[in-house]
């Protein structure tokens, strides 16, 4: 499914970190492949209208 808001994007990052550790060959890793995938498309359509995470330390 793809992201389409932050607020999407941000359940989306809370899914993936929660199947950090699942196993490559299982349907948690699938569904974080696909997760990562969607995450990654999100960024590059969207990169320039993102606010940033943190602060940049100068």
Known sequence: ???ASEQD???AMDEFQRLTDA???SEQ???RRVLDA???AYYAQ???ELRPGKP???
């Open 1 to 3: 499914m793809p992201i």
């Open 9 to 11: 994007l941000e359940r």
């Open 23 to 25: 196993p490559e060959d």
């Open 29 to 31: 890793g699938e569904r």
């Open 38 to 40: 969607d995450i990654k």
């Open 46 to 48: 969207h990169s320039d």
């Open 56 to 58: 940049r330390h100068e």
